[in-house]
């Protein structure tokens, strides 16, 4: 007997400003059902991006990103970044993650952390980037005007980086179309032959080709193009405006010229929202239409008809909207529990070098630092075996071969030194830390001193000029 094969459901992830109804919220809304409520923190625009396993939030107005498995509501780390995110995004495979910080762009790779590329191409705040479906480019939109479409392979070759130096990575296409900031970016299916969509705040709306780079098509509004997507099939475009208008409009008309004015005659309209449009995205079949809005409405709409289906009320303005197949970690999270998370590591802030020895960053610093003092803790206290120093430690998330045989060095070195210090009679190492702390409590004094000093003779002078 065949078994009956498992309906397939789509859920949207949903972000507020304020995240007061939770940081990231997930919904069924054929049945409308809230199947997660990620809390903590909130999201800001173009702030959300998700992988196979986990739903990563960038904090408006903070240096952090925050991190959920898709199976759990509590949060699972914090990752601190150079400077505060404007936009985000990982790749389809779950292994790169490409954020701006202001007019930079930062890739780092997933599992390990390592920083491998930063770009800078843009003249100002970047505030789009999106990949397309088959992760070989990422495009990029800001504050300036331009769209740039990137190659991964091209800015992530970590093999000669370092043997370049300064060289600058030149982007694939760099299109100076828009006068005015970019609102929205749309990656169509096709790999590096699809089509991409951008929007400004110059109220127009823009088609290109990413095989070639050639403009197909501009599309002029009257309001600001706010919000932008196409339907699986790429036969209708749907707009959403800063009025709080659903402009549809169908790309297999005649169209006479490159430039298209669109207005309420010529294509089919809606009064969608009573504010600006945030996102907008479509189901797998094209039959469904999902907005949101800065007026706190979450609508679904019926695309042949232009019907509201169903509407919801959060307690904020929506910052960003994914609608997608449901993960199975969301779907079936007890399922998900049983299986380890695949490796997600803090960004690191240099840049990768594959050609070291020993890859050295803050973190294992900071290690060898606590790793040192628990050794001498250890010699001191008469237990002279190595094999205790390193079951005492955990400060390596992922040990090396390199790393390892370096703390065994560190270690061999401090009890050679504690021997032959307990040999010959000389000081040990509690009295050498001791004789050292007394010495740095003289020297702080003394800077102290000179401080209060400085203090009264500025003031002195101040007090005598008046």
Known sequence: MATPTAE??????????????????????????????????????????????????????QALIHVWPLSKEQLHMKIACPGKITAIACSCDSLYCVAAVQEKIYIWQLTTGNLLSVLSRHYQTIRCIRFVDDCSHFITGGDDGLVIAWRLADVIAIGNQFESGNQVKSPRYVWSNHSLPITSIFTGLGGHHCHIVTASKDQTCKLWNLADGQLLCSFVF?????????????????????????????????????????????????????????????????????????????????????????????KGPITNLFFMIAPHAVVRPKDSRKQCLPPLQPFKRYLHDPN?????????VQGMKLLSQDSVDVLINGNYRSED????????????????KLERQIVEEAMKATSRGHGDGKISVKEEATANTLQLQEEINKLRNINRNFYLFSMNELFERN
């Open 222 to 314: 009257n309001a600001i193009v706010s919000s932008v997507t196409m339907d699986s099939i790429e036969a209708n475009l749907y707009v959403g405006t800063s009025k709080g208008k659903i402009y549809r409009v169908d790309l297999y008309s005649s169209f006479t010229g490159i430039e298209q004015h669109i207005s309420e005659d010529n294509s089919h309209v809606i009064n969608g929202h009573s504010d600006a449009i945030n996102g907008l995205s479509t189901s797998m079949d094209g039959n469904l239409l999902l907005s949101v809005a800065e007026d706190s409405i979450v609508k679904l709409w019926h695309t042949s008809s232009f019907q509201c289906l169903k509407m919801h009320q959060f």
């Open 8 to 61: 397939i459901q789509e859920i949207a992830f949903i972000t507020e400003s304020n995240g007061q109804s939770g940081c990231v919220s997930a919904w069924n809304f054929h049945s409308g059902i809230q199947y997660k409520s990620y809390k903590s923190g909130c999201c800001a625009k173009h702030g959300l991006a998700i992988t196979d396993h986990y739903l990563l939030a960038a904090q408006p107005g």
């Open 389 to 404: 120093i390193f079951h005492a430690r955990d400060f390596l998330s992922g040990p090396s071969i390199e790393s390892d």
């Open 356 to 364: 070291a020895a020993v890859d050295v960053n803050m973190s294992t």
